[in-house]
């Protein structure tokens, strides 16, 4: 049986240009984005499901790892550093998660949490729209820019509990129509508190959605707060 012309095209590319593994940069065979050693470390790290709470609903949150060892590594690396090439492996493997998370919910429209102008500038890309993007794809379902960022905050990265939730408080504002009356899945890179996530659905509710679910890359502990020289 061929293989589709889409994954021949990146066997053909990998065959000339080796690839690396995402989390430890040694060389992978064609077609593969982990290698085997750290395919072994990741699958005993925890995946599952957390919620948040939006304008009194519980919405359910799918996520992949732990936020910690490799998996926290490679997405700093992704983050902050310019790897965006990390973000296609993310969005395939969380794909797949939510296919088996959210077995009878009927998406709509995938969208993800925006970055504020001047973040965007300074990164040069929202890493959880690359995320985003291609996982649309994936599930064969539109992808929108179904919310805007209209505050200039803090980054939640290097603040507690209580502060992320205050940072987000009128962050976000409802964009466009594309959330109107549909089922909403919302993309992230990382849960922590659930402040980001909780504010963005109330918004999409503003905005008219009909239901809203969450996925992330990865689960991190209340109590992780990063420092500016651990990035």
């Not at 300074?122 to 985003?132: P, V, W």
Request: net charge positive; glycine share 6%; charged share 25%.
């Amino acid at each position: 049986m061929m293989l589709p012309l889409k994954k021949a095209g990146r066997f053909a590319i990998d065959l000339l240009f080796p690839p690396r593994c995402i989390f430890c940069e040694n060389i992978v065979p064609p077609g593969r984005q982990v290698c085997p050693k750290c395919a072994r470390k990741i699958n005993h790290n925890t995946c599952g499901l957390t919620s948040v709470q939006a304008d009194g609903k519980k919405i359910p949150c799918a996520f992949l790892y732990s936020y910690k060892g490799i998996v926290r590594d490679s997405i700093l690396q992704f983050k902050f550093h310019g790897k965006k090439t990390n973000a296609s492996w993310y969005a395939e493997q969380l794909a797949e998660k939510i296919k088996t998370a959210f077995p009878d919910a009927r998406f709509e429209v995938v969208t993800s949490v925006p970055l504020s102008k001047n973040r965007m500038r300074e990164r040069g890309y929202n890493q959880s729209e690359l995320i985003a993007m291609p996982l649309a794809n994936f599930l064969h379902i539109p992808y929108a820019e179904c919310l805007r960022r209209i505050e200039e905050n803090r980054i939640q990265h290097f603040l507690g509990k209580k502060a992320r939730a205050e940072n987000v408080r009128g962050a976000y504002l409802p964009f466009g129509l594309m959330a109107f009356g549909k089922c909403v899945l919302l993309i992230d890179d990382i849960i922590t508190t659930g402040a980001t996530l909780a504010e963005c659905s109330s918004m999409l509710f503003l905005g008219g959605a009909k239901s809203v679910y969450c996925a992330v890359v990865a689960h991190s502990e209340f109590n992780s707060v990063e420092k500016k020289q651990t990035l």
